[in-house]
């Protein structure tokens, strides 16, 4: 399993995603560019420019016509996927730390940091109204004052918004009033990241608290737990197969703390069904703070502290792996 490395910048990546047909791999990282790659190859197609500080968040629509990003020039932005052109940016008051097209792409939400006297807010616009992105006015704006969202997903159909927070807590927010619907509080620290499955039924939360759990998306109901010995930065649900993929580490200022044994930051593979732990990739010379599945789930990709993107396509024996229960 030899991974294609996808060098295109300069400092940690922040997130990475692929589109729906999974052709393309976007990645933003702390240095103020957007990439978009050909999954296939390793390929770079381009870079979305505009951006003047760290890029926390990025997403693209259902048809990959346009790409959303958010930054700590307390900016989110839209973008023409094919031609790297800027549509719209919407100005807030503090770093947009996520954000996300629902599933017509007509919708889109993103959340601020509480930071500088601001509060965090959830707010969601309506790209068919261009009025609300002339006045940088959104339809609903719900604001959190308890514990800032560090990640959030889209929930099936585009009704509301799975939000993960600093204290832990789980939140599902009505898109249409901004209510919270549902509330679980299964993790004690910060989750530092939120994603959905291939179908929307299921979520997984990575968690500062060494575990990563899966929920079911509309009840909001605690199905599996897995757990490592330090921070989830990053959990994915494999499409074709029962099985989750994380990525973590300690965090960056505490990496010269251990030993050197410890510093390969491996991607370790857990069975969804089982929780146990089957595999591990080693690779990325820092904490890996992003992992993706394919869509076709023969695939997946990881970001990591050192800047690098790493593309790693699975091994036929992958796919005739059982788990001896």
Known sequence: MKPILLQGHERSITQIKYNREGDLLFSVAK????????????????????HTGAVWCVDCDWDTKNVLTGSA???????????GKQLALLQTSSAVRTCGFDFSGNIIMFSTDKQMGYQCYLNFFDLRDPQQIEDNQPYLSVPCSESKITSAVWGPLGEFVIAGH?????????????????????HTKQINDMQSSVDLTMVISASKDNTAKLFDSTS???????????????????PIMDHVVMGGGQEAMEVTTTSTRIGKFEARFFHAAYEEEFGRVKGHFGPINCVAFHPDGKSYSSGGEDGYVRIHYFD?????FELEA
């Open 31 to 50: 240095d103020t560019v957007a990439n978009a790659w050909y999954s296939v190859n390793g390929e770079r197609l381009g870079t979305y420019n505009g």
């Open 73 to 83: 020039d307390n900016s989110c932005r839209l973008w023409d996927c094919e031609t």
């Open 166 to 186: 600093e204290n832990g807590e789980i939140n599902q927010f009505s898109a249409k009033s901004g209510e919270i619907l549902k509330k679980a509080k299964e």
């Open 220 to 238: 909001l109901e605690h199905i599996k737990t897995f757990k490592t010995e330090r921070p989830v930065n990053s959990a994915a649900i494999s």
């Open 316 to 320: 036929p024996q992958y796919f005739d």
